[in-house]
Structures are given as structure tokens and as C-alpha cells.
């Protein structure tokens, strides 16, 4: 593979600052994509979120809940390991501004309302990443030395 490539994705000059993004809101997305996908956490599985995504326009529902939900659990993880966190963050940026203009943008800003405030603030802080890389404590730091060489 293109070593070029590879070290835009993996490398980064950032440091303790990507960590203590990448693991909070990594966990926050695990949970939340965990609902979506397996009914935990009294989330209403792939059923449920697939009926209410058809019924906000978001169909076919159960492909939309099966996409969201895997963006937001498997890039959690991705985020918490620090591992391919670019290409994870920018897919759950994405994932976040659909849900900003499909779910939320019509009831203001506050969470209490059904706002934005919520996926705003994972989508600032996906994009950040996307943006400044996992950082120095994380898997695409180790594998961007190793490759490098």
C-alpha cells in the first residue's frame, strides 16, 4: 500500500489532547451504538430504531439503523483504541450531521427539546479528531513508527 497514504492516516503530531477526546466520547458512541444494535442500555434494537428512522424519512429504516449503529459502536471502539481513528471519526461526523438535519434541527438546540446540542457536540468532536489524528498514546501512532520504517 502507498506508504504516503498510510502515514496521513495513521500519523500525528498530536498528543495527551487526542486521548482524552478519543475515550469518553469513544465510550458515549459504544453505548449509543449498543441501543441501536442490541437493544442494551434500553436502547430499542435494530427493530425499533429501524421503525422510528422510516418514520423521520430515514428509510429503508432497518439499513438506516443498521449504519448508524454500526458507525457509533464499532467507530467507538475504533476512537477508544485509537485505531484507523481518522477514517472512524469522519464516519461518525457524517453520522452525526444526519442525525443534526434529519432528528433534531427542527427542535432547537437543547437536548431537553430533542436539539442538536447532543450530536453537535460528537460531531465537533469527531471532526476535531478527524482533523489532529488519535494522537501520541494510541494504536495508529505505533503502527505509523512501524510502518514508517
Do not use: C
Not at 429503508?60 to 443498521?66: D, S, V, Y
Not at 450530536?119 to 512501524?146: E, K, P, Y
Amino acid at each position: 500500500m502507498n506508504k504516503q497514504f498510510i502515514n496521513k492516516v495513521l500519523k500525528t503530531n498530536a498528543g495527551l489532547g487526542s486521548l482524552i477526546i478519543r475515550i469518553p466520547v469513544g465510550l458515549i458512541l459504544v453505548a449509543h451504538g449498543s441501543q441501536k444494535l442490541f437493544a442494551w442500555f434500553g436502547g430499542y434494537g435494530l427493530e425499533g430504531t429501524g421503525q422510528w428512522m422510516e418514520s423521520i424519512g430515514l428509510a429503508p429504516g432497518f439499513l438506516m439503523a443498521l449504519l448508524a449503529g454500526s458507525a457509533e459502536f464499532f467507530g467507538g471502539i475504533a476512537l477508544i483504541l485509537g485505531l484507523l481513528t481518522r477514517p472512524a471519526a469522519l464516519l461518525i461526523a457524517f453520522t452525526m450531521l444526519v442525525a443534526i438535519f434529519t432528528a433534531h434541527i427542527s427542535n432547537g438546540l437543547f437536548i431537553s427539546n430533542g436539539g442538536i446540542e447532543y450530536a453537535l457536540t460528537l460531531f465537533a468532536a469527531t471532526l476535531a479528531l478527524t482533523f489532529q489524528g488519535a494522537g501520541r498514546f494510541s494504536i495508529d501512532n505505533r503502527l505509523a513508527t512501524l510502518l514508517g520504517k
